[in-house]
């Protein structure tokens, strides 16, 4: 999926928001709607280490992720990624990849898995963007789906650039599987960030871009995770309680490739 720059990313504080429920089988899902077998939300089972990323889930606001906010119109093409979080050799880690370097657009730049829904994936308004996710991820990494279990939904963004409304779909990596470039015409690298290297503040930075426009970059993994990725991972750490003090001035330059 292309993730293009992203500017602003609130820092609103906490309050009060409209619940994302989770759901179960035959009970109302967090989209509003109903969640099938397949594509259940629940936090049972999930690591105590999550539970702050599950309530945040469950209370924010879309204005404290983002100024870019899904037209009230309805405009804009539905999309999905998958959030994963597993547990590797040095704690608690996120899955990311790395598109390919030939790209037109936005290449090399490391993302979440994910992409369009598909008219398989079923109501974009339910369950639409939870297998939209889960199929991406599989379609881009080779993951295993059955191995992961989505414990939350964040609300739906919006990338101005490319007419993006995205869903972040949170999940825990229960039963890990092999994962690799599965077509490196649009992969570069599939690979996973400890947390701890995304809350230390040496890895911290702020992205320039040339026309102005600066928001959260990570330095990690010889990767410059910036723009709606490094946005969405900015507030997860931020609502999670997982942030530590960082130099806000230290500043990364973009290029108008970027």
């Known amino acids: 999926m292309t993730h293009a720059y992203t500017h602003g990313m609130a820092r609103a504080g906490n309050g009060s928001a ?12 967090p989209m509003g709607g109903v969640a099938d077998a397949g594509v259940a939300v629940t ?19 879309p204005q404290q992720l983002s100024r870019f906010l ?9 999309s999905a990624v998958l959030v994963l979080f597993g547990e590797g050799e040095r704690g608690p880690e996120l899955l990311l990849m790395e598109r390919s370097g030939t790209l037109r657009s936005h290449a090399g730049q490391p993302s979440f898995p994910g992409g369009a829904l ?28 059955r191995g992961v279990q989505i414990f939350g939904v964040l ?5 101005p650039v490319s007419s993006f409304v995205v ?17 490196p015409a649009e992969t570069a690298r599939v690979f996973t960030v400890p947390v701890a290297d995304l809350t230390d503040p040496a890895n911290r930075a702020t992205a320039v871009h040339p026309s102005g426009h600066s928001g ?6 010889s990767a410059l995770v910036w723009g709606f990725t490094a946005g969405v991972i900015d507030r997860i750490v931020h609502y999670a309680g997982w942030e530590r003090p960082w ?6 330059p973009l290029d108008w490739r970027a």
Do not use: K, M
């Open 43 to 61: 936090t049972d089972g999930i690591p105590a280490w999550l539970d702050p990323v599950a309530r945040a889930a469950r209370s924010v606001r």
């Open 155 to 159: 609300p739906r963004l919006y990338i």
């Open 118 to 145: 598909d008219p398989e994936d079923g109501d974009q308004a339910t369950t639409g963007p939870l297998r939209a996710a889960l199929r991406e991820a599989e379609e881009e990494t080779g993951l295993d789906p």
């Open 247 to 252: 130099d806000r001035d230290r500043q990364v």
């Open 18 to 29: 409209e619940a994302l429920r989770n759901g179960s089988p035959g009970a109302p899902g």
């Open 70 to 78: 899904p037209p009230e119109s309805g405009a804009g093409r539905q």
């Open 216 to 221: 959260p970059a990570f330095l990690v993994e």
């Open 167 to 183: 869903t972040p779909v949170l999940g825990w990596w229960r039963a890990p599987s092999p994962v690799g470039v599965v077509d």
